[in-house]
């Protein structure tokens, strides 16, 4: 009870000494609010390209193998999956016959061409060639009309079904179903609209609302297929037999390869775990230089609180002889000159703390969906508070150390 | 007694040049006692003074106060006695400028860990004992000296303490409202405070009732003052 309502009034104390030098304390706070901001910002920002990311790679499933030429990540020598042959159709067409546990095959292919629709152009939208197993790999359903069907593969129809940002860009105010719009030199008639997937684009990854669907064999046949390369996405039947069943996938493609054992593979097999940890692991560096860089400037506002500390100590010698004298025991003095510093840097952390909602506002608007977690919040205030214990202590052992003669003789 | 001193040296060392300012000085002080320390400066008054108010520790000697050895007491018991057994009253006032009046008097009680009602009254109690009950919202600078030295004494016994050490206290003020401090302090003594004056002008120490006088840290002289002498006729 009593030691409260001590730390009460050291509490009051350092309040009051503020109030008096509201100018200096603003100044000085500053530094802290530019280093809460910047750490804020920094981890805002890291924790909204996480998210982003991992919505966008959700989308395709993590039960969902994909066998391709290259593989995504391409570490050693690239002149080796250069000279890797093409994945054909014929070649995806086996593999779906042989591939029997499989929940889906869906062989893809793409191009990027420009669309048009009466005179609204847009350049290089990705077009991919694809089946009705697409509704199996992926998670994204049509919001209206409908996705390809088996029919449309089998019969080559010029159908297409197009991603929401194809649909506002091209089709402003026109209702797009069965309306026919050109894709390169092709007419199509869309069949159906994509529902709103959000973006991985921000990262070099696909755009999955601004695809354009067409059935593969209409592909083929209006853009040419058999110098591209086709992607397979191959859906295992059960998350848990996913090793297993990647086993099984590369034994069956060495055997369309017609690879002896000897043979190394001349494909390569990806998952989305493979991107999503090269993902974090460039996550992770590009975050500790961002928070190394705003700690500097954190560590340089609580420099300046420091200084300002010495100052006050200095400018007050007085004082603290007076409080000295009439009986202020040294931790009394420390406890003042703490709380003091402690109130500058919570003050700097609590307007930081706005700056960030404000710049995190913006960049929700401006660049991708971000928001502050209440962690992120609590963390700032509470590090704020810490740089002022941190960086008041030395100023603030000084003032209670003093002697007290000598402060009351300080003019 | 309030004061037993037996003994009391202070050494100063300045680069390895030992300065002597108090040597070997005895000294009791009973209750309600009005005693007044002169002595040219350099004589040894201000160590004196020091060492009885528990500012500085003696070099060697014994000190208790009210029966407790002080002279040992690390800095933080020594501000504990400060706080609770003795009363400044300095030549320069030495309010907290920036704190009102009424905050400057409770100080000590808050140091003493008193609660905010008790607070209150008990320095609500001294402001108006010494003259002061209207400008307690006032500030420090915004009083005359007179005014300012009333506080300082309102300050110095909010706590009760056993012993009022008045250091030049009329030393900034004009002779008139010198001389209104200086009867305060005689009615002070009145209501039974043992009070320790230093000074140099022998007319304030004649409200003494006794004069020691110090010279190169020794007491030269101990004797009555005239004034106890005209009170006791």
């Known amino acids: 009870m009593k030691s409260l309502r001590q730390v009460l009034e050291s509490l009051r104390i350092g309040f009051d000494s503020l109030r008096a030098n509201k100018a200096r304390g603003v100044l000085t706070a500053l530094g802290i609010i530019i280093g809460i901001v910047a750490v804020i910002t920094t981890m805002t920002a890291a924790n909204g390209l996480s998210n982003n990311f991992k919505e966008s790679v959700s989308a395709l499933g993590s039960d969902v193998l994909y066998v391709s030429r290259m593989p995504w990540i391409v570490t050693g020598n690239f002149f080796e999956f250069r000279n890797r042959p093409n994945l054909t159709l014929e070649e995806a067409e086996l593999l779906a016959r042989r591939m029997r546990s499989a929940r889906a095959v869906n062989p893809t292919i793409n191009t990027s061409k420009s669309i048009k629709y009466r005179s609204e152009v847009i350049e290089n939208v990705e077009i991919l060639g694809t089946t009705d197993q697409q509704m199996l790999v992926a998670s994204a359903v049509p919001e209206i009309g409908r996705f390809l069907t088996r029919f449309d593969i089998r019969f080559n129809k010029s159908v297409c079904v197009i991603g929401s940002t194809v649909r506002e860009r091209l089709f402003e105010n026109v209702d797009p179903l069965n309306k026919t719009m050109k894709i390169g030199r092709r007419r199509f008639r869309v069949v159906g609209v994509m529902e709103k997937q959000g973006s991985a684009a921000f990262f070099g990854g696909p755009d999955f609302d601004s695809q354009v669907f067409v059935p593969i064999t209409s592909f083929v046949k209006a853009f040419g297929g058999s110098h591209r390369d086709i992607n397979v996405a191959v859906k295992a039947p059960s998350q848990a037999s996913l090793a297993d069943f990647e086993f099984e996938l590369i034994g069956e493609m060495r055997k369309i390869r017609k690879l002896r054992p000897s043979d190394r593979d001349n494909f390569s097999i990806n998952q989305m775990d493979s991107l999503v940890g090269m993902f974090n692991s460039v996550m992770g560096v590009v975050v500790t230089i961002g928070l190394v860089i705003t700690t500097i400037s954190l560590f340089v506002g609580g420099i300046g609180v420091m200084n300002i500390m010495y100052v006050s100590v200095t400018e007050r010698t007085k004082e603290i002889g007076i409080r000295k004298a009439i009986g202020a025991k040294r931790r009394a003095i420390l406890a003042q000159f703490l709380f003091e510093s402690m109130a500058i840097c919570a003050f700097g952390g609590l307007v930081g703390l706005a700056g960030a909602f404000g710049v995190t506002a913006l960049i929700d608007r401006l660049v991708m969906p971000a928001t502050i977690s209440p962690g992120i919040a609590t963390l700032a205030v509470v590090i704020s508070m810490g740089i002022g214990v941190l960086f008041g202590f030395l100023p603030a052992w000084k003032a209670s150390r003093l002697n007290p003669i000598e402060a009351l003789r300080y003019e | ?233």
Request: with cysteine; net charge neutral; proline share 4%.
């Open chain 2, 1 to 233: 007694m309030t004061i037993e001193m037996t003994d009391i040296v202070k050494t100063y060392g300045m680069n390895s040049v030992e300065v002597q300012a108090l040597r070997r000085v005895s000294l009791s002080v009973a209750k309600n006692e009005y005693v007044a320390i002169m002595g040219p400066s350099g004589s040894g008054k201000s160590t004196l003074m020091n060492i009885i108010g528990c500012l500085d520790p003696p070099t060697s000697g014994s000190y208790s106060l009210e029966g407790e050895d002080v002279s040992t007491m690390k800095e933080d018991q020594l501000a504990e006695v400060r706080n609770q057994k003795i009363g400044f009253v300095f030549q320069t006032f030495n309010l907290i400028a920036r704190s009102n009046v009424f905050h400057n008097v409770e100080l000590p009680l808050i140091y003493k860990g008193v609660s905010v009602a008790k607070r209150r009254k008990i320095a609500e109690e001294a402001l108006e004992a010494v003259g002061l009950a209207d400008r307690m919202k006032h500030k420090p600078p915004e009083l005359s000296g007179g005014e300012r030295q009333r506080v300082a004494i309102a300050r110095a016994l909010v706590n009760k303490p056993s012993l009022l050490l008045a250091d030049e206290p009329t030393g900034n003020l004009d002779s008139t409202t010198g001389s209104e401090i200086m009867s305060l302090l005689d009615d002070l003594h009145a209501d039974g405070n043992t009070i320790i004056l230093v000074t140099h002008e022998p007319e304030m120490a004649r409200h003494a009732h006794r004069i020691i006088r110090l010279k190169d840290g020794v007491i030269e002289s101990d004797t009555a003052s005239s004034a106890r002498a005209k009170r006791t006729a």
